[in-house]
Structures are given as C-alpha cells and as structure tokens.
C-alpha cells in the first residue's frame, strides 16, 4: 500500500520561505510523474507544480518564478520550495502522483498559513 507523508509547513509572514517535503513509500517512485496540489477553505484541489519522471517541471501561473519542484528518487521524495510567498498561498499542500492511472491515497497534507 502507498503512503504519502507531506511536511514542512507552517506560518510564515508573507514575503517568507518554506520548503516542503512529501516521502512516499510502497511505490516504485522514480516512475511516477508526482505534483504538488493544494486545497484553500471553500476551494478545490488544484495541482500547483508537477515533475516528471524525467526531472522535467510544470508550474500555474500563480506561482511560478516562486516555487521550485525537486525530487530525489534514492529518498523516494519530492521537494517543493517556496519562496516570495504571499496570503493567496495559504491552504493545505499534498503531493500525489500525476499520470493517468487514479491517484494514491491522499496523505493528511501540510498547513502553509501567510500572513500579511
């Protein structure tokens, strides 16, 4: 069974950095494209940054040029750097794979709270 563990959240004041970890185990991880989502109060899900498995990345728009997506198969983690971050940032992130195949078993997420 795959279980994603995310972490390194917190409150930061805007302007500030964080830098997010998401460990997978259970799963052959250097094949799976993976991505960051996140999920504010009220919103849906929405994929923030993803990285293939190739090392290739993707950004929307609303954060690119902040964030940097890594990951490092020998850790079976994916990274996800934050910097310049602003209130609009604010929401629970996961990690989950992002291919056609249905996605892992959502992890519990991590808390990221700007504030202004």
């Known amino acids: 069974q795959v279980r994603l563990v995310e972490s390194g959240g917190g409150l930061v004041q805007a302007g500030g950095s964080l830098r997010l970890s998401c460990a997978a185990s259970?799963?052959?991880?250097?094949?799976?494209?993976m991505a960051w989502y996140r999920q504010a109060p009220g919103k849906r899900r929405e994929l923030v940054a993803r990285?293939?498995?190739?090392?290739?990345?993707n950004y929307v728009d609303s954060v690119k040029g902040r964030f940097t997506i890594s990951r490092d198969n020998a850790k079976n983690t994916v990274y996800l750097q934050m910097n310049s971050l602003k209130p609009e940032d604010t929401a629970v992130y996961y990690c989950n794979r992002d291919t056609i195949l249905p996605p892992y078993d959502w992890g519990q997420g991590t808390q990221v709270t700007v504030s202004s």
């Open positions: 259970g799963t052959i991880f250097s094949i799976n494209a």
């Open positions: 990285i293939a498995s190739g090392g290739s990345t």
